[in-house]
């Protein structure tokens, strides 16, 4: 993930350092709030954010030859969310998953996968250009350039929920135009031009479950 050829690795590390930063702020009643996502509280929250180093290290003995099934972010997310997706048929073990999570990981740990580990490992992935086709494990191939993007938008949205529940700034400017931009893509060009136009009252959002 090429830094000079892939500003999104940039303003990933960035906006993680942003979770790392807001996190050592929080008082210990902070970390037990609840958060606008259902029966989730701001631990749960950073505990299925934060950034597990080894599905990065990982990418690399995934590297394929060839080009990748998905390419953009954009794709990524339209399969996700299509109907009987994951999005839709995995949330609950989502859910879950972020709970065990936050039980096992205190948050000093979860504070230090966004400060240290996981941009340690991001930078370790700067020799693969953001086209670079990795094998997935159900989407069949993507490019890293692809997953970055949908990590981005996945620190940013749910950042904002961080921010509705304890409050601070908002997330960089360049996150959320990226952000901004990747949910865009993901409707129907035609529909959610005509909406935005005022041309139609098709609703056209959510893009993302």
Not at 34 to 46: D, G, H, K, Q, S
Not at 70 to 79: C, D, E, H, N, V
Not at 128 to 156: D, F, N, Q, R, Y
Not at 167 to 196: N, S
């Amino acid at each position: 993930m090429d830094s000079q050829n892939d500003p999104v690795s940039a303003v990933l590390a960035e906006a993680w350092g942003s979770w790392a930063e807001r996190g050592a702020a929080l008082g210990a009643a902070d970390w037990g709030r609840p958060t606008r996502l259902p029966a989730w509280t701001v631990r749960e929250l950073y505990a299925h954010v934060a950034p597990v180093p080894e599905m990065f290290t990982g990418l690399r003995t995934a590297v394929l030859d060839g080009p990748a099934e998905i390419t953009t972010g954009a794709g990524i997310l339209r399969a996700y969310n299509r109907p009987g997706g994951l999005a839709h048929t995995a949330a609950g073990q989502v859910a879950e998953t972020a709970r065990q999570t936050a039980v096992a990981a205190d948050p000093a740990v979860l504070i230090a996968r966004f400060g240290v580990e996981g941009p340690a490992a991001l930078a370790a992935l700067d020799d693969l250009p953001p086209g670079t086709t990795v094998a997935h494990p159900l989407l069949g191939s993507v490019t890293v350039g692809a997953l970055g993007e949908v990590a981005l938008m996945e620190a940013t949205v749910h950042l904002l929920d961080l921010i509705a529940a304890v409050g601070g700034p908002p997330p960089a400017d360049a996150a959320l135009r990226a952000t901004r931009a990747l949910l865009a893509e993901v409707a129907d060009p035609v529909a959610f031009i005509e909406a935005a136009s005022g041309r139609s009252t098709e609703a056209v959002l959510p893009v993302i479950r």
